[in-house]
């Protein structure tokens, strides 16, 4: 993750700016007197489910006309995976 270090008043001036920055992925360090005041995150992680991977994909493909690739050694780690999944049997609870 990036981090940036901007003073209070770059902060004060820009606010809008910073949270589109946060939401792009980056961390900001607000700092008074070369000391952090605040740091400005993203609340939470930014999590996609695999149907926005494969949405997101195919608008890459049809923008650019390049087809995204899968790496060779994460599809390989994905297929393990899948063929030694085991059935999930929770505890039962009292």
């Known amino acids: 993750m990036a ?5 209070e008043a770059e902060a004060s001036r820009d606010l ?5 920055r946060v939401r ?9 007197d070369a000391h952090p005041a605040a740091v ?3 609340a939470e992680p930014l999590r996609r489910s ?5 949405a ?5 493909e049809e923008e650019t006309g390049e087809a995204p690739v899968l790496d060779p050694d994460f599809a390989a780690d994905v297929e393990e995976i899948i063929r030694n999944r085991k ?7 009292d």
């Open 40 to 42: 400005l995150r993203a």
């Open 87 to 93: 059935p999930w049997n929770p505890p039962a609870w």
């Open 16 to 20: 809008p700016g910073l949270l589109a």
């Open 56 to 60: 997101l994909a195919k608008k890459h």
């Open 50 to 54: 695999i149907s926005e991977c494969i």
């Open 24 to 32: 792009a992925g980056m961390e900001i360090v607000i700092e008074s």
């Open 3 to 7: 981090v940036i270090h901007i003073s």
